[in-house]
């Protein structure tokens, strides 16, 4: 059985134990002390698996504390027709420059229109089997600025062993994005209007989860993006792309290929960095950011400094205006042969400075051993790509798609596909689509109209307060 450990040093627990707790007691994260590596013939008999067999046998690589029945039949419940359409993950190749392979992995299919869907599915249905058996409920807590908190709620709504309450900034979010939230009415889902921004939720979230009494007693979880439920699933569509990009290629098993990848927390990534050290032929993951460049910074000098609210920009490819990057530490200890002393040292100058550096020879050691590479886009970037992607292939692109692509193209090398996730479907962003294209794309039928929908929401005022009462009167009691 696959233990659980802290990259701090401490803690160790089974993987239902690390996604039911979050942070580990010591203040890391929870990673596996090891990962398996996937033979060739192994992946030779994975290629051609359905997406949920496919998930079936990569989950089980980290979940050894579950029955591979088990999660066969969670994996053969989420990902289905129903909930993420004909294809599951989709595959289609774009041209915009000669001699360049380009591929669009279609990772966001699901209910919320957001790749978030595809771990947060899989992690709700879990967390139901898990609670259920257990007899136990837990409220979950979260704080969202757009696609997370929507994914959550549409994972967990109506299922009896859990609520939801999740804190959203009252000024931040696309109008599509507040109607997907705010329009559902099963009873266990609560959403809470905070006046101000995304960090005033996620400092209201931070005072509940440190009141360690009030923690216990209403049983507070979470399902934030260190979830390594949530990397875990993930992991999946790498290999399932890789496969079929192989296939549509017509290259040889083992062939390598590239990937790019839209970033923030550095939650998608990690997972692709993870499939890596199972063995799966990646060249290159190109790690793409925004106008919010932490992680383009640290790739680039070996300095990562964490920004302050005020200098995190407002862009339009809002999913990744991140001012820290909370998977990052998960990288660091594995890249630096898992010293937790090291770890310890850097995320206590961290919090002391707001950054920490490593000198060049680590950095280099570090990319080599990655492939991660990187490279950030600003607005007009972003625009210009999604009219180069419709032009030439009448193909629409959202923008942190378009981040990726943009990015990605700057790393093509010869006879290597180059993978770009999609990250979020354009009826998510119509307003920065219509900027770029004059139109935007016809709407799937059920969600037309969707901004006319009754709302259920509470308006907090702010206070702490507050909020715990409206947790201590709605929660889920044990
Ligand atoms: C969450 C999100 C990202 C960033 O993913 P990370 O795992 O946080 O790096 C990128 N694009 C979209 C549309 C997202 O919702």
């Known amino acids: 059985m696959i233990k659980y450990v802290s990259t701090r040093g401490g803690a160790s627990g089974t993987f239902t134990d690390t996604i039911l707790e979050g942070l580990a007691s010591d203040g890391g994260l929870l990673v596996p002390e090891k990962y398996e590596v996937i033979s060739e013939e192994r992946l030779s008999q994975w290629q051609n698996l359905p997406y949920p067999e496919l998930a079936c046998e990569i989950i089980s690589c980290f979940a050894t504390d579950l029955t591979k029945d088990k999660i066969r039949e969670i994996c053969h419940e989420v990902y289905t027709r129903a909930i993420f359409g004909d294809d599951i993950v989709s595959v289609k190749p774009i041209k915009l420059a000669p001699k360049e392979e380009l591929y669009i992995l279609g990772i966001s299919n699901g209910p919320t229109l957001a790749f978030k869907d595809m771990a947060m599915q899989f992690l709700g249905k879990l967390f139901d089997e898990i609670l259920n058996e257990r007899g136990i409920k837990l409220n979950i807590l979260g704080a969202t600025s757009g696609d997370t908190g929507g994914a959550a709620e549409y994972a967990m709504m109506g299922r009896s062993s859990v609520s939801v309450f999740m804190l959203s900034p009252k000024d931040r979010m696309s109008e599509f994005q507040k109607s997907q939230m705010y329009s559902i009415k099963e009873q266990n889902i609560h959403n809470i209007v905070v006046p101000g921004s995304f960090d005033n939720c996620q400092d209201l979230v931070k005072a509940v989860s440190n009141d360690l009494g009030f923690k216990d007693s209403y049983s507070i979880g979470s399902v934030n993006s260190i979830n390594w439920g949530r990397i875990t699933a993930q992991v999946v569509y790498y290999f399932f792309g890789y496969f079929k990009v192989i296939q549509k290629s017509k290259k040889k098993l083992m062939h390598p290929v590239s990937f790019s990848v839209p970033s923030g927390n550095f ?27 932490v992680l383009d910074e640290f790739f680039k000098s070996g300095i990562y400094r964490v920004r302050n609210p005020k200098e995190t ?166």
């Open 267 to 293: 939650g998608n990534i990690l997972s692709g960095f993870v499939a890596k050290k199972m063995g799966l032929p990646i060249k290159n993951l190109v790690l793409a950011t925004n106008e919010n460049n």
């Open 313 to 478: 920009f407002v862009t339009s490819s809002p999913s990744m205006d991140i001012s820290k990057a909370s998977n990052f530490e998960r990288f660091i200890h594995e890249i630096f042969d898992r010293d937790s002393k090291y770890v310890s040292t850097l995320w206590a100058e961290l919090e002391k400075n707001n950054s920490f550096s490593i000198d060049a020879q680590s950095l280099a050691n570090l990319k080599r051993e990655s492939g991660i590479v990187s490279g950030a886009s600003r607005h007009v970037n972003r625009i210009n790509t999604i009219q180069r992607v419709y032009e030439s292939n009448q193909l629409v692109v959202d923008p942190h798609t378009a981040d990726g692509i943009y990015v990605g193209q700057r790393f093509v090398e010869d006879n290597i596909p180059m993978i770009c996730l999609e990250t979020a479907l354009p009826t998510k962003f119509e307003g920065t689509v219509r900027e770029a294209l004059g139109f935007v794309p016809e709407r799937r039928d059920s969600l037309k109209n969707i901004e006319d929908k009754d709302r259920r929401v509470y308006e907090m005022s702010g206070s702490l307060p507050d909020l715990k009462n409206f947790i201590i009167k709605n929660a889920k009691i044990n």
